[in-house]
């Protein structure tokens, strides 16, 4: 499949999730008015927000996780006053996920397109503020230098079977899934995508902690990295999901993005 065939199959995909997460903002709108009104009528407050706190992966069991979050039991759930403002809670915190699995559907999008047209202009966030638009395309164009970087060390080092050997087994189940997940929705076998492109932060995180070896002078080179792509993990997570950055956590993503650069720049000098 040539780029631009790839590029207009991933131009699509996000139009299509643009269009639904239009819809479930829709929806989130609809429901927090209705739990608005609900929680007037009963003179109570909305202090059972899920803002701030990690939903991302409760979705099976995301009924009981709000429950012993907000130590919500069964004698608080009585009236159909109460039923009702916890069904829209719990209506809330789905979509809430539903919202974030789409944004990290669009950012997938975006890196992959990256790779299939060198020239592509990131979309899908004219939503954003300025500053977290660029904080948006610093974080791809960072993930795209960090797999390359990934990729050329490890194959000079073991060019046939580098994936196998250095890559954690745990990394190579989660992104082969998605990789696997991918060419079945899309028939994409002849992209030249490759299943490191499908890797996040915390993925880079763990090759570089479980193989330092390969890439570090020395333990403490080695945290010092690892620590900045922890940081620069948990501010992706912000950035992708819509919230804008502070002033501080700015200037932190800014320090993160430049530091980690010099590294990959050093290594791509030792390693060229």
Same mark, same amino acid.
């Given at each position: 499949?040539?780029?631009?065939?790839?590029?207009?199959?991933?131009?699509?995909?996000?139009?299509? *999730?643009?269009?639904?997460? /239009?819809?479930?903002? #829709?929806?989130?709108?609809? =429901? !927090?008015?209705?739990?608005?009104? @609900?929680? +007037?009528?009963?003179?109570?407050?909305?202090?059972?927000?899920?803002?701030?706190?990690?939903?991302?992966?409760?979705?099976?069991?995301?009924?009981?996780?709000?429950?012993?979050?907000?130590?919500?039991?069964?004698?608080?759930?009585?009236?159909?006053?109460?039923?009702?403002?916890?069904?829209?809670?719990?209506?809330?915190?789905?979509?809430?996920?539903?919202?974030?699995?789409?944004?990290?559907?669009?950012?997938?999008?975006?890196?992959?397109?990256?790779?299939?047209?060198? *020239?592509?202009?990131?979309? /899908?966030?004219?939503? #954003?503020?300025?500053?977290? =638009? !660029?904080?948006?395309?610093?974080? @791809?164009? +960072?993930?795209?230098?960090?797999?390359?970087?990934?990729?050329?060390?490890?194959?000079?080092?073991?060019?046939?079977?580098?994936?196998?050997?250095?890559?954690?087994?745990?990394?190579?189940?989660?992104?082969?899934?998605?990789?696997?997940?991918?060419?079945?929705?899309?028939?994409?076998?002849?992209?030249?995508?490759?299943?490191?492109?499908?890797?996040?932060?915390?993925?880079?995180?763990?090759?570089?902690?479980?193989?330092?070896?390969?890439?570090?002078?020395?333990?403490?080179?080695?945290?010092?990295?690892?620590?900045?792509?922890?940081?620069?993990?948990?501010?992706?997570?912000?950035?992708?999901?819509?919230?804008?950055?502070?002033?501080?956590?700015?200037?932190?993503?800014?320090?993160?993005?430049?530091?980690?650069?010099?590294?990959?720049?050093?290594?791509?000098?030792?390693?060229?």
């Amino acid at each position: 499949m040539m780029n631009r065939e790839l590029a207009s199959i991933l131009r699509n995909q996000i139009q299509d *999730s643009l269009q639904k997460k /239009g819809q479930k903002r #829709y929806e989130l709108e609809n =429901v !927090e008015k209705n739990l608005e009104s @609900l929680l +007037l009528s009963m003179e109570e407050v909305d202090d059972r927000q899920i803002k701030g706190i990690d939903i991302s992966g409760k979705k099976d069991g995301l009924e009981l996780f709000l429950k012993n979050n907000f130590d919500i039991t069964d004698d608080d759930l009585v009236t159909k006053n109460e039923k009702l403002r916890f069904a829209l809670e719990l209506k809330r915190a789905e979509i809430t996920i539903e919202l974030k699995n789409i944004d990290d559907r669009i950012a997938s999008c975006n890196r992959r397109m990256m790779i299939a047209d060198p *020239s592509f202009e990131i979309f /899908g966030n004219e939503d #954003y503020d300025p500053r977290s =638009v !660029e904080a948006y395309n610093k974080i @791809l164009k +960072l993930e795209k230098d960090l797999r390359n970087l990934i990729v050329n060390i490890l194959e000079n080092i073991d060019r046939k079977n580098w994936w196998k050997n250095f890559i954690p087994e745990r990394i190579q189940e989660d992104v082969g899934k998605l990789y696997n997940e991918e060419l079945a929705r899309s028939n994409l076998q002849f992209s030249g995508l490759r299943e490191i492109d499908f890797a996040d932060f915390s993925h880079y995180e763990q090759i570089f902690k479980e193989k330092p070896n390969a890439f570090f002078s020395g333990e403490e080179q080695t945290w010092a990295i690892v620590s900045k792509l922890a940081d620069m993990r948990k501010l992706r997570n912000a950035v992708m999901h819509g919230r804008t950055l502070s002033d501080e956590e700015f200037t932190k993503l800014q320090t993160c993005h430049t530091d980690i650069m010099k590294f990959v720049k050093e290594l791509e000098r030792k390693n060229g």
